[in-house]
């Protein structure tokens, strides 16, 4: 029984395991949901009878529900932490048959409690545990209520059928997602509490500060996958790294001191269909599927573009020269974009009281414009000065630690003492030397491309590529051109070579396999595939098998024939898996004894094992033990461990 009891604690921390992977709670939140079910397991671990402490867990219980209700956790946080409040005092009473079924119950809510508003492939993983896990705490149940009644030594319930009961339920439930109806529910996340941690996190932003003191912290959370339309030649493969460089979302043209901010009256970023891609007549087609982030903006590449959103979701322009989402949701969106490189991003010459907004040079900057007299002096066209700038400053030392930003004055400390920083510091600096140039300039802020996964096919881009650049007015271009100070940033772990490297690209691979083709499985995938089955059954009638086809049928045929033909042969001695020749355990007796009194036709292992003691009196009680073991043998599928230890002892008193 000790098994079955810590089988119990089973359910419970599986609901635990579903709602941790969905996210929806913070972290603090849920580790308070495991603290009653560890002190249950500690419980159960030192043997503690605590049915004396009964009435004192019921006010700690009540305790529990009047704390979360001062805090106003809210209901449904309150009700699950309810559900796990009296998973941990179940658990750590003693417990019938019915209060174990109640804890499989209570543990089936807290898996429901989150099951419909999550569709992530963690949570598939979680479900197929859950329904093993379920499974077999019924089949223990349920098997130590006919052990009562079977008579022979108690056996182990038979626990490996689980994986095959498992696997055909799954295998049903794929079944029924293919040819059910889609419903669409519009069901939401849960809303999650705020995350606890300290530090800015690397992403993307709609403004900059490099007064925000401390480091910047790693940041793997996918913000795009990019697939490349099929059937590029090799030089357009070589261009997407080119054209998919800078994936901008923002551009900040308003300087306040040494933050810099969205433009209000920037120009809106326009949509005109490209020509092609390297002079070509036809555009190159990517499919862009970015995850729900902040602001809801799409980071596109550079360049007007022709873009075809999914059913269901729709774009607009957006602030700082962005494109966002007019319904931003909680799933991905996926977007196809006619893809073609472009240097310069035309637009009229700004004027007025746009021109002095580019031209600003904020507060506390004179440092940038004497370092850029130094590096770069005399009077240069806007591309020159803009390319040795840059060049400079690419000299400088790449990190996140942010050495410079706790002090008085950032940018001068940047580039005077520590020569190091992150993206934010060179393309500020860079932006306001030219703006002390002369030359109009702006911040713009997006994503770095990220790296190729071969295991999926697409190009991954996490808020960790979060990228930082300047645009610069050339006049002579007629347009915005690109300038990137800074180094080289460290490759992504998801480049790596290493296993954790390898393992990291085939999670997410997977993951987004599942979103691809499962969550986002709708009723013209259902009608696509009724289409290519129905044309598949079509061409069955003018199929003839080939030679090869019919010699491998052929085969196939005769080993099944032979196969059932050596199963219906007839056992060694006559009767039925319940005979003593068919219980592999009685055959040392049966060797010895069949001279002396063979198996009849049709008789049991219990039946002739009786005549054996009717023919010897004093071996009657030794033989009905031999009995019983062989009718659990017989009729409990999994013979005693002990049944063929006792026949070949008994086998030794039938010598003749």
Partial sequence: ??????????????????????????????????????????????????????????????????????????????????????????????????????????????????????????????????????????LRLNWEQSARLRQGPGRKPPYPLLLGWSAAVLVLAAGFFVI????????????????????ETAGLSDSLDLKEGGPVQA????????????????????????????LKGFTLEALYGQRWQVNPISPRRGRTQWTGLNGGTQPVIADFFVEPGLHGVVPLPYGSADLEPAPGDALRPGPGGSVVRSYPGTRATALRVALTPAEVEPEPPPRGGRLAILTATGQDTGAARDWSLRNAPGDLSPRVLAEQLAAALRRFRYTLDNP???????LQDFLERSQAGHCEYFAAALAVMLRWRGVPARVATGFRLGPWIQEGG????????????????????GGWRVADPTPPAPPSPFGSVSFMGVLARWSDAARFTWDRDVVRFSDDDQLAGAEWALGRFATLGRWRPGPGTRTLAGALVLAALLWSGLRRRPLRWPGRSAGPGGIRELRPLVRRARRILPPLEQETARMWLVRLGRLRPARAGQLERLAREADAAAYGRKPAASLRDLAREEARHWRR
Avoid: K
């Fill in 1 to 138: 029984m000790s098994g079955a009891r810590w089988l119990d604690h089973l359910p419970p921390w599986l609901g635990w395991g579903a709602i941790a992977s969905t996210g929806a709670y913070d972290p603090g939140t849920v580790a308070a949901m495991a603290v009653p079910l560890l002190a249950a397991a500690l419980a159960e671990w030192r043997g503690w009878d605590l049915d004396g402490w009964r009435r004192g867990l019921e006010l700690a219980a009540l305790a529990a529900l009047l704390l979360m209700l001062a805090l106003r956790t809210g209901l449904l946080a309150m009700v699950v932490g309810m559900l796990f409040v009296l998973c941990g005092v179940r658990l750590a009473l003693p417990r019938g048959i019915p209060e174990r079924r109640q804890l499989l119950l209570m543990g089936f809510l807290l898996f429901l409690t989150t099951a419909i508003t999550t569709s992530e492939l963690d949570f598939l993983l979680w479900s197929v545990a859950m329904l093993a896990g379920s499974a077999a705490v019924l």
């Fill in 180 to 199: 059910l109806p889609r419903l669409h529910l519009g069901l939401r996340r849960l809303p999650a509490a705020t995350r606890s941690g300290g530090g």
């Fill in 219 to 246: 940041n793997r959370e996918v913000a795009v996958r990019i697939l490349p339309a099929a059937g590029l030649t090799p030089d357009q493969q070589a261009l997407y790294g080119e054209s998919l460089a800078l």
């Fill in 404 to 410: 410079s930003g706790s002090t008085a004055n950032p």
């Fill in 458 to 477: 697409y190009f991954l881009v996490t808020q960790g590529e979060a990228h930082s650049w300047v645009e610069y007015y050339d006049p002579a271009a």
